[in-house]
């Protein structure tokens, strides 16, 4: 049915599936400000964390612990290509930086290390509405 090259897989966007959304130097993003909705109470983004708020994007599915058995799972599953975005703010946490965050830049590289352990091949967008706040709140 598929050529033998054709790359199956599946994809993924940082800010809905990594978690750990202030770990090793990660500053917030803009998703990391979105609020949940709810019947009673409308989504929101806020300037600051409220405790008596949800937001999805801290916990996510928690890839970035879980990472290595996420992608056996996919292995598992036959995916020859994995679509993932880097989380802006996990490498620039301002978006203002110099230099990267280097533990952010470790992270992506052991994604792409198991990935090639599997026989996967990931291909990797820049942004997927993954704006460091501080940047997105600039005039």
């Given amino acids: 049915m598929f050529q033998k090259d054709f790359l199956w897989g599946g994809a993924v966007a940082a800010n809905q599936f990594e978690g750990a959304w202030d770990a090793d130097g990660k500053g917030p993003s803009v998703p990391d400000l979105c609020t949940n909705g709810t019947r009673d109470r409308s989504k929101l983004i806020t300037q600051q964390i409220r405790p008596d708020y ?44 110099e230099t990267p965050n280097e533990k952010g830049l470790e992270f992506y590289d052991k994604i792409f290390e198991e990935c090639k352990a599997h026989g996967i091949e990931p291909l990797v967008t820049i942004s997927h509405y993954e704006m460091p706040y501080q940047l997105a709140c600039r005039n």
């Fill in 54 to 97: 949800l937001y999805p994007s801290h916990q996510a599915s928690d890839f970035y612990h879980h990472y290595k058995e996420d992608i056996a799972l996919l292995a598992e599953m036959g995916f020859k290509c994995f679509r993932l975005s880097i989380a802006w703010s996990r490498i620039f946490p301002t978006g203002l930086e």
